[in-house]
């Protein structure tokens, strides 16, 4: 299991779990067909799912259709548990680029089933992520810029002011649910533009001042 490296640190933490949400922002879940959610959608993908910028992203056999969602992922720094929206901030250690990547043929014959959808989420090398920027050098994590290129053609351009959760209330309401740990990665959700990749691919995530991701699909 690859552990988050902090930037400009030696450091090295393990995450125990990656928690994601749904629908966290308007025109993606419009895109999607989806209803607006009136309170955080949450899935896991394990921790085995991690890589690092550069490389590879692995086509799983099993699946027809991959699709890339570009996120901002807040890492946790200190153990939580019913963190109130005040206090959420000092849980924080910082913020990484994230890449969520899908077998959406996959999650969308589960749904049909009314089966859960992990296995679409949870391929090893399904969760690409950045460095660790600490949040000290992050002055509004709900004001970022947020794009993603596939084959150096522009595919989402978008803020984190478009999310409909903050990010206090995500870990508050997560927190409620289960113990926050220090490394455990929160993947915020994606802005729309959503869509397939395929074996050849190159992806580039960037998130102003957060961090970088470069990451090719075989």
Not at 47 to 72: C, R
Not at 90 to 118: C, E, M, N, V
Request: charged share 30%.
């Amino acid at each position: 299991m690859k552990p988050l490296i902090i930037r400009d640190t030696n450091e090295k933490i393990y995450p125990t779990k990656i928690i994601c949400l749904a629908r966290t922002y308007r025109k993606h879940a419009e895109e999607m067909g989806s209803e607006l959610p009136t309170e955080p959608i949450l899935f896991l993908k394990p921790p085995s799912a991690v890589i690092y910028s550069s490389d590879y992203i692995v086509f799983p056999e099993i699946s027809k259709e991959i699709h890339y969602e570009g996120e901002l992922a807040v890492i946790i720094g200190k153990n939580g548990k019913n963190i109130p929206k005040d206090e959420a901030f000092s849980h924080i250690l910082g913020y990484s680029a994230f890449l969520d990547i899908t077998a959406r043929d996959l999650q969308s014959y589960a749904k049909s089933k009314g089966y859960p959808w992990s296995i679409s989420k949870g391929f090893d090398t399904f969760a690409p992520i950045s460095e660790v920027t600490k949040k000290e050098e992050i002055e509004d994590p709900h004001n970022l810029n947020i794009k993603l290129w596939v084959n150096d053609k522009i595919k989402q351009n978008s803020n984190t002011k478009y999310m409909i959760f903050t990010i206090d209330q995500i870990i508050e309401y997560v927190s409620e649910i289960m113990t926050l740990e220090r490394g455990d990665i929160i993947a915020t959700g994606t802005p729309e533009g959503v869509g397939k990749i395929k074996k050849g691919d190159r992806i580039i995530l960037e998130i102003d001042k957060v961090g970088r991701l470069e990451n090719c699909v075989t």
